[in-house]
C-alpha cells in the first residue's frame, strides 16, 4: 500500500506546535491525544448503537456477557477513566455526575489541568441514528500543582480556558479543537484509527444564512426574541437572505454546521424554563471559546457567555451563538 505522507495525525500536529512555545511540557497534547482515545472508543460504541436491540437492550447482558450500557453512560466512563489514567489531569466534571471528581493519586495532583465535559450531546438522538456528539473544556487549575483539586479549579469563567474542543460522531467522525492559536479539524480515518487533520485552521464566515432554533417553543421566547426569528423568516434576496432554519436537536451537530458554513444557533429561555435548557460549564463554554476563536461570538442576551462567572457546575444558561454579523444584528433586536 502506497504511504499518504500528505496526512498529519493529530500527535504529529501538536507535537509540531510544540516546538515553537519554548517552556512546553506537552501536558496539553498529551491530554488531547487521550481525550482523542476515549472518543475513538464512544465512536466504537456509537456505531454499534443500532445493534443494541440484537445484542441485548440497555440493562440486560448482552451476548460478551457484559451489561449493556446506555451511552451516554458508557461514554462518562470512557472520559473519565481515561482521563483519570493518564498523567496530563488532575480531576473532571461532567454533565452525567452529580459532582465534580478529583482523582487524588499522585500523578494526577500533579498534573495542572482539569477537564469539563458533556460525555454525550443530542442523546435523544441515539435511537434514531442521528450525530450525536462528546464536548469538552480545559482549565487550568487554581489550587497548587501537588494538592487534591476542588470545586473552585472547576468554577471558572469560560475565558479562563486554555482548550476546547467537541467530537461530532455522524457521517464520519470528527474531532475539532481550539486553542487561543487556532481552531483545528481532524477527522477519523477508521481504516487506521488515526485522527487525521483534514480541517486547519477553521474559521466562521462572518455571516451565513443558517439560524438554528427549536420552532415549537417559539410562543415561549420573549418579544424580542421572536421579533429576531421572525426577521430570520422574512429575510429577502436584497436584505442577505432568504435564510434557511436547520436545527437536528444536537447541539455538537448544529453548531458544527453553523461555524463551518456560517450561521447562528440559539436556545433561548423559555416560560418555563427562563434559563433555557444548555449548562454553562459542559456546553456553551467550550463552544463559546471555539468560536470565538474562530472569529465568531456568543451571548447568553446580556453577558458574553465566556465572561460569566459560574457559581454551580449545572448551572444552565440561554445562548445565542455564530457568526460575528449575525451576532450584530441578533443584538440589535436584543438590545431594542
Ligand atoms: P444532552 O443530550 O447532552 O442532554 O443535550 C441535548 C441538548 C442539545 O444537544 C440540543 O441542542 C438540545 O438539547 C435540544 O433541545 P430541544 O429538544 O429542547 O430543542
Ligand atoms: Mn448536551
Ligand atoms: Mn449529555
Known amino acids: 500500500m502506497a504511504v499518504n505522507r500528505k496526512v498529519q495525525t493529530l500527535d504529529e500536529f501538536t507535537i509540531q506546535q510544540l516546538r515553537d512555545v519554548p517552556n512546553a511540557t506537552g501536558e496539553l497534547s498529551h491530554l488531547l491525544r487521550n481525550i482523542g482515545l ?17 445484542l441485548g437492550d440497555v440493562g440486560t447482558v448482552n451476548v460478551q456477557g457484559e451489561e449493556v450500557k446506555k451511552l451516554d453512560v458508557f461514554a462518562n466512563e470512557q472520559f473519565t477513566g481515561v482521563l483519570s489514567h493518564g498523567i ?27 477537564c469539563v465535559f458533556d460525555p454525550l450531546d443530542g442523546s435523544s438522538n441515539i435511537d434514531v441514528n442521528v450525530s450525536i456528539g462528546t464536548i469538552f473544556g480545559v482549565y487550568k487549575r487554581k489550587t497548587p500543582i501537588g494538592t487534591v483539586v476542588t470545586k473552585e479549579d472547576f468554577l471558572q469563567a469560560g475565558n479562563k480556558q486554555v482548550a476546547a474542543g467537541y467530537i461530532v460522531y455522524g457521517s464520519s467522525t470528527m474531532l475539532v479543537y481550539a486553542t487561543r492559536r487556532g481552531v483545528q479539524g481532524f477527522t477519523l480515518d477508521p481504516s487506521i484509527g488515526e485522527w487525521t487533520l483534514s480541517h486547519p485552521d477553521i474559521k466562521c464566515p462572518e455571516k451565513g444564512k ?36 436547520r436545527y437536528i436537536g444536537s447541539m455538537v451537530s448544529d453548531v458544527h454546521r453553523n461555524l463551518i458554513k456560517g450561521g447562528i444557533f440559539m436556545y433561548p429561555g423559555t416560560t418555563d424554563k427562563p434559563n433555557g435548557k444548555l449548562r454553562l460549564l459542559y456546553e456553551c463554554n467550550p463552544f463559546a471559546f471555539i468560536m470565538s476563536v474562530a472569529g465568531g461570538r456568543a451571548t447568553n442576551g446580556k453577558t458574553r457567555i465566556l465572561d460569566i462567572e459560574p457559581t454551580e457546575l449545572h448551572q444552565r444558561t440561554p445562548l445565542y451563538i455564530g457568526s460575528k454579523l449575525m451576532m450584530d444584528e441578533l443584538e440589535t433586536y436584543l438590545n431594542a
Open 38 to 54: 476515549a472518543a475513538k472508543r464512544v465512536n466504537t460504541e456509537v456505531n454499534k448503537a443500532g445493534l443494541v436491540d440484537i
Open 88 to 114: 496530563a489531569c488532575a480531576g473532571i466534571a461532567s454533565e452525567e455526575l452529580d459532582d465534580y471528581v478529583p482523582f487524588d493519586d499522585v500523578k494526577s495532583n500533579n498534573s495542572k489541568y482539569v
Open 210 to 245: 443558517i439560524y438554528s432554533v427549536n420552532h415549537g417553543n417559539f410562543f415561549q421566547y420573549e418579544e424580542k426574541v421572536r421579533n429576531y426569528i421572525n426577521e430570520c423568516q422574512h429575510k429577502t434576496k436584497a436584505n442577505g437572505g432568504p435564510y434557511t432554519q
